[in-house]
């Protein structure tokens, strides 16, 4: 029997359906104008470039790099069971737009004296138990 999940969960709204329904699949969606091709990530009513409100959630590969990254020593509440434990910003491999997709997200299976700004990482999906919802992780890659 599964231990329940004490972490917070996110809040799936109509607004941000697509992202859930896509991460259920296995699939990353960003929001992308149809005006201009801006990516908007995080999600927003409009693009952060010309403020269209024509976006199309659009599956991305899930490649990117790391941009930053820090490790917790000390978890609040059921994070602490996972101490030490690594959250990290990627940089997701897109291409046209002004703006860089960065997404936060745990890094996990990478030794933590291993990890490099720059370093290649790919985004994993994990299923929450008995929560009908997926979460992304990121993991490394061969460059
Ligand atoms: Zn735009």
Redesign the pocket.
């Known amino acids: 029997m599964n231990q329940p999940y004490l972490k917070p969960l996110p809040r799936k709204q109509p607004e941000n359906a697509p992202l859930w329904e896509g991460l259920a699949r296995r699939e990353f969606r960003v929001p992308r104008?149809d005006?201009?091709?801006?990516w908007n990530w995080t999600p927003y009513p409009a693009?952060r470039?010309?403020?269209?409100e024509n976006l199309t959630w659009t599956k991305i590969n899930g490649n990117g790099a790391l941009f930053t990254y820090t490790a917790v020593h000390r978890g609040l509440g059921a994070f602490h069971a996972d101490v030490p434990y690594v959250v990290g910003l990627v940089e997701m491999e897109l291409s046209g737009g002004p703006r860089a997709v960065i997404v936060l997200g745990d890094i996990v299976g990478v030794p933590h004296e291993d990890l490099r700004i720059g370093m290649p990482l790919k985004m994993i999906f994990k299923d929450i138990p008995d929560e009908d919802v997926t979460l992304w992780e990121f993991t490394g890659r061969e460059g």
């Open positions: 104008c005006d201009c091709g801006a693009c470039n010309c403020l269209s």
